[in-house]
């Protein structure tokens, strides 16, 4: 492992104050399951403020003794430029732009390691703010079983921070970071080199510095995060409003400045800083990963291959709802008999009770009769829970959507949408199906 060294050039962090670690990562990449396995699931969760994003944060355990250190789960992205209010959220804590938010003392990127190209372009985002990093590795089984070997000391030194593979879901490496957040802020310093991860034109270096000053007058303290944002603020193509830092009104006409000199020397801002970007995440990922069967076919493929398929797909589908629906009509008919008798039961015996008259008829008729019409329901939707929850887990309902995905968006659903609509289809059958109800 290849931590570089240098010396921060803003002072040691606060010691009485609580240390911050953020993590941050593409969604899926197993944040929460490492936010979980250091804090011992014992999370505060509450909204960032003004917004109905989740904040999620807790407190390391088994930390260090007199060290309060919090740990705080980002919404995953892609990028550092958002597409939605999470991202958004995810970017402006990492820019410091937070109030709530102080300055991380580390940020641990969570990389997916079975797509590691992808996570990559955003872990180089990260890591050019300067923030003291660390690459969590995580998903090294699933890496593995695609045939992918990382050079771990390699990446490292080609990131120029710490990369600890692990296997967060079953604790692997999860000691290692631990040891590195346990002796924070002494064991870990900023980025080697941040601003030499992507090599970007001179031209755009020249506005991007000009950019940064204007950013750091602002007050933006970190100079590699300044340089960051300028190069983000150059190159944002739709949401340049809401990427300003706050108070940078005036920067929005000093971006349109330098695009229109990038242009007269024609250089597509557009394009040019994410084509330097992949391209130098390409040249890390074939430098660092090594394919050892580039072509076995993994389970996960084979299934696909048929699930998916056009035609067998939809007729594994067809088979599949037909089963469901039965096994819940076959299933749940006793336990609504049962229900259905109990409720008539209580329903007679609350009417001996009362005298005729409009109390009768409003417990028996309405209330008991009412609630028992809805109760009898209870054994199918349990039931329907249980399979879609099942199908859900087995990884069906994702292919089952995307197989749906190009008849649902005939009319402008996306296939996800498929699986609400299954369950309203299950309680619009119950209405019609069997055909002749035991009772009206
Ligand atoms: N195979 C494998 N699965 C993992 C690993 N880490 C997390 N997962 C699973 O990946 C899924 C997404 O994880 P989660 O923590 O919710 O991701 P988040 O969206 O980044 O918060 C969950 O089902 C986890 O159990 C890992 O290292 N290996
Ligand atoms: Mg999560």
């Not at 958002?82 to 804590?93: K, M, V, W």
């Not at 076959?330 to 049962?338: I, K, V, W």
């Not at 859900?392 to 649902?408: C, I, N, Q, S, V």
């Amino acid at each position: 492992m290849t931590a570089s060294r240098q010396e921060p050039p803003t002072p040691a962090p606060r010691r009485d104050a609580p240390l911050l670690v953020a993590l941050t990562g593409n969604p899926n990449c197993g944040k929460t399951t490492l936010f979980n396995a250091l804090t011992g699931l014992r999370a505060k969760v509450g909204n960032y403020s003004g917004v109905t994003v989740e904040r999620k944060e807790g407190r390391l355990r088994g930390g260090p003794p007199h060290q309060h250190v919090v740990v705080l789960d980002l919404p995953g992205t892609y990028s550092l430029s958002p597409q939605s209010l999470d991202e958004q959220i995810a970017r402006d804590a990492l820019l410091t732009r937070l109030p709530e938010v102080p300055v991380p003392d580390a940020v641990v990127v969570v990389v997916d390691a079975s797509n590691l190209q992808r996570n990559l372009f955003y872990a180089t985002q990260v890591i050019e703010l300067g923030h003291p990093t660390i690459i969590a590795l995580n998903m090294a089984d699933v890496a593995r079983e695609n045939g992918l070997e990382v050079n771990v000391e390699q990446l490292s030194r080609a990131l120029g921070v710490p990369v600890l593979p692990m296997v967060a879901s079953k604790g692997e490496g999860i000691a290692e970071l631990r040891v590195l957040l346990n002796t924070l802020p002494h064991s870990l310093t900023q980025p080697a080199n941040p601003a030499g991860l992507v090599r970007v034109r001179p031209e755009i270096e020249r506005e991007a510095a000009s950019l940064r000053d204007r950013i750091a007058a602002l007050g933006q303290r970190h100079a590699a995060t300044a340089r960051a944002e300028a190069l983000l603020l150059l190159g944002d193509d739709k949401n340049l409003e809401n990427n300003l830092p706050r108070a940078g009104g005036e920067l929005l006409q000093q971006v349109h400045e330098a695009r229109a000199r990038l242009e007269a020397e024609g250089i597509d801002w557009r394009t040019a800083l994410i084509e330097a970007r992949y391209t130098a995440v390409s040249a890390i990922f074939e430098d660092c990963v090594r394919e050892t069967a580039p072509d076995q076919e993994t389970l996960s493929d084979r299934l696909d291959r048929v699930l998916t398929h056009r035609v067998w797909g939809l007729v594994i589908l067809a088979a599949v709802l037909t089963l469901m629906f039965q096994s819940i009509f076959t299933f749940a008919e006793l336990p609504m008999t049962l229900l259905e008798g109990v409720v008539g039961w209580v329903g007679r015996e609350v009417g001996t009770l009362l005298p005729p008259g409009d109390l009768r008829s409003l417990i028996v008729d309405g209330a008991i009769a009412g609630v028992g019409a809805v109760l009898v329901f209870l054994p199918q939707i349990c039931l329907l829970f249980l399979f879609i929850g099942f199908l859900e887990d087995t990884g069906y309902m994702a292919r089952a959507a995307f197989l749906m995905d190009r008849l649902m968006s005939k009319v402008g659903l996306h296939g996800k949408s498929f699986i609400p609509m299954l369950s309203s289809f299950a309680c619009a059958c119950r209405a019609s199906w069997p055909p002749a109800p035991s009772k009206a």
